[in-house]
């Protein structure tokens, strides 16, 4: 004690001088850093490692029940129940009605998209795009009747009608670029329309939310009605191959928006870089939202293992595995393929090709068939531009039930696999797409290579 009494006596303010300037400058480098780092990637660096890597050693148990996927502000289910239930949720990567879904069926005479599934979207639509106060306005009153229509034709003659009435109703315009639209190109077209009108009821809604309830839910639309045109203008700029474009489109919107992350919208930017192979970007986002506290898909735990793949796939040999044993990247690679295949098993027959695919339904079950069908419509590419992945998904996936040999029961880093998902994705899926693979695998199947090193 008298030691560092004499010591701290000795201490001259240009010492204490020296040790504020030092910590003053650090910390605006600190400050300067996180800016920069939340301005590229739009999320706090800090926060990120926090949640990562000092967030798992307190400990904490991963949450596989989805986000709600209602476009409201402010509305969370995170706290609903502990168990996961068959609950359907909106396909994030959803196609175009007009566009693409039309077209296959003009071309194979068959339809796309079950009943249930097409009842579920007009659900969507008039809680998405209708309020309280549209009686008020006679175009918005054409349009509350245009989404409950069952024929096509009608919602689209129940939209020029509502233009007629409002040439700026930015809902008619949503219709027609979803429905009439035969063409992406078309599409944009009647979306960069709604998008103007949008900006400006938008505009007008937010001078006056706070005058009544009524209009506080009108303000609520025409968010919805806002974010819903400027995520399609970014899907139709990726699928057009602008896909900087997009990802900028996307960026902007979570960052304009960042109260509707239950949207889902990262899964599009996701894809998007994924497509520009920016894989240091891909991990930036899979860090903010690949967490114990966020609900979980197939294409956040499918797209970690990609990563991980990518960074051995190339070289990888199971016969080379079961001489020297695997890496710790290998390892690494291995166990991100069994925790993809725990929270949805029916995804690696896609990705192999074991499975024929449809096109995806405009709504999905976690877990379930129809979001693997979803997932690997769109991410197939991905895995056959990394060499060596697909056959390290081969080699390793079915080691998974290695640790979890009856998933309907116990599961390992998830909830046990819920039973009711054949029934689901049975309503989902046309009767052409649904082969009763929704049954998840019970039986122990055989190991691979990689997997038996594993266990070593």
Same mark, same amino acid.
């Given at each position: 004690?008298?030691?560092?009494?004499?010591?701290?006596?000795?201490?001259? %303010?240009?010492?204490?001088?020296?040790?504020?300037?030092?910590?003053?400058?650090?910390?605006?480098?600190?400050?300067?850093?996180?800016?920069?780092?939340?301005?590229?990637?739009?999320?706090?660096?800090?926060?990120?490692?926090?949640?990562?890597?000092? /967030?798992?050693?307190?400990?904490?148990?991963?949450?596989?029940?989805?986000?709600?996927?209602?476009?409201?502000?402010?509305?969370?289910?995170?706290?609903?129940?502990?168990?996961?239930?068959?609950?359907?949720?909106?396909? +994030?990567?959803?196609?175009?009605?007009?566009?693409?879904?039309?077209?296959?069926?003009?071309?194979?005479?068959?339809?796309?998209?079950?009943? #249930?599934?097409?009842?579920?979207?007009?659900?969507?639509?008039?809680?998405?795009?209708?309020?309280?106060?549209?009686?008020?306005?006679?175009?918005?009153?054409?349009?509350?009747?245009?989404?409950?229509?069952?024929?096509?034709?009608?919602?689209?003659?129940?939209?020029?009608?509502?233009?007629?009435?409002?040439?700026?109703?930015?809902?008619? #315009?949503?219709?027609?670029?979803?429905?009439?639209?035969?063409?992406?190109?078309?599409?944009?077209?009647?979306?960069?329309?709604?998008?103007?009108?949008?900006?400006?009821?938008?505009?007008?809604?937010?001078?006056?939310?706070?005058?009544?309830?009524?209009?506080?839910?009108?303000?609520?639309?025409?968010?919805?009605? =806002?974010?819903?045109?400027?995520?399609?203008?970014?899907?139709?700029?990726?699928?057009?191959?602008?896909? /900087?474009?997009?990802?900028?489109?996307?960026?902007?919107?979570?960052?304009?928006?960042?109260? $509707?992350?239950?949207?889902?919208?990262?899964?599009?930017?996701?894809?998007?870089?994924?497509?520009?192979?920016? #894989?240091?970007?891909?991990?930036?986002?899979?860090?903010?939202?690949?967490?114990?506290?966020?609900?979980?898909?197939?294409?956040?735990?499918?797209?970690?293992?990609?990563?991980?793949?990518?960074?051995?796939?190339?070289?990888?040999? +199971?016969?080379?595995?079961?001489?020297?044993?695997?890496?710790?990247?290998?390892?690494?690679?291995?166990?991100?393929?069994?925790?993809?295949?725990?929270?949805?098993?029916?995804?690696?027959?896609?990705?192999?090709?074991?499975?024929? =695919?449809?096109? %995806?339904?405009?709504?999905? $079950?976690?877990?379930?068939?129809?979001?693997?069908?979803?997932?690997?419509?769109?991410?197939?590419?991905?895995?056959?531009?990394?060499?060596?992945?697909?056959?390290?998904?081969?080699?390793?996936?079915?080691?998974?039930? /290695?640790?979890?040999?009856?998933?309907?029961?116990?599961?390992? =880093?998830?909830?046990? #696999?819920?039973?009711?998902?054949?029934?689901?994705?049975?309503?989902?899926?046309?009767?052409?797409?649904?082969?009763?693979?929704?049954?998840?695998?019970?039986?122990?199947?055989?190991?691979?290579?990689?997997?038996?090193?594993?266990?070593?």
């Amino acid at each position: 004690m008298p030691t560092v009494t004499v010591f701290l006596s000795t201490l001259t %303010p240009k010492f204490y001088f020296a040790l504020t300037v030092t910590s003053s400058f650090i910390s605006g480098l600190i400050f300067v850093f996180e800016w920069w780092h939340f301005r590229k990637y739009g999320t706090s660096f800090i926060e990120q490692v926090s949640v990562s890597h000092l /967030r798992p050693l307190i400990g904490g148990v991963e949450n596989s029940s989805p986000a709600p996927a209602a476009f409201s502000v402010g509305e969370n289910e995170t706290n609903r129940q502990n168990m996961p239930e068959c609950k359907v949720w909106r396909n +994030p990567l959803n196609l175009f009605r007009g566009a693409e879904y039309s077209r296959y069926t003009w071309v194979t005479g068959k339809e796309p998209l079950t009943y #249930y599934d097409m009842n579920l979207s007009a659900q969507d639509h008039q809680n998405f795009f209708t309020c309280d106060t549209d009686a008020l306005r006679p175009s918005d009153t054409v349009m509350q009747k245009a989404w409950r229509e069952r024929n096509p034709q009608a919602r689209i003659k129940a939209a020029y009608q509502a233009l007629e009435l409002n040439n700026d109703c930015a809902t008619a #315009y949503v219709l027609l670029a979803e429905e009439e639209a035969t063409t992406i190109v078309d599409a944009e077209k009647y979306f960069k329309q709604a998008l103007k009108a949008g900006e400006m009821i938008y505009r007008k809604s937010q001078n006056c939310h706070s005058q009544s309830p009524q209009h506080e839910a009108q303000l609520r639309r025409d968010t919805n009605v =806002l974010v819903y045109v400027k995520r399609r203008l970014a899907m139709c700029a990726r699928k057009l191959g602008r896909i /900087r474009e997009a990802v900028k489109m996307m960026r902007d919107l979570m960052k304009e928006f960042p109260l $509707l992350s239950m949207l889902n919208i990262h899964e599009n930017l996701l894809e998007a870089l994924l497509e520009l192979q920016a #894989y240091a970007d891909v991990q930036a986002v899979l860090a903010k939202y690949d967490d114990i506290s966020l609900p979980k898909s197939a294409a956040i735990c499918y797209t970690a293992a990609l990563l991980k793949a990518r960074a051995v796939s190339e070289r990888f040999s +199971p016969e080379t595995a079961s001489k020297r044993g695997l890496s710790t990247a290998e390892i690494n690679a291995v166990e991100a393929i069994h925790r993809a295949v725990e929270f949805n098993p029916h995804v690696p027959k896609y990705l192999l090709e074991m499975k024929s =695919l449809v096109l %995806p339904p405009e709504h999905i $079950l976690k877990r379930g068939d129809s979001e693997a069908v979803a997932y690997a419509f769109f991410h197939l590419q991905h895995w056959k531009r990394i060499e060596g992945a697909l056959n390290l998904l081969h080699c390793t996936w079915e080691g998974t039930f /290695r640790m979890i040999p009856y998933p309907l029961e116990k599961g390992h =880093l998830f909830y046990p #696999y819920p039973s009711c998902t054949e029934t689901a994705d049975r309503e989902l899926l046309p009767t052409c797409g649904f082969c009763n693979s929704s049954l998840c695998p019970v039986k122990r199947v055989p190991e691979s290579t990689a997997d038996e090193m594993l266990q070593k």
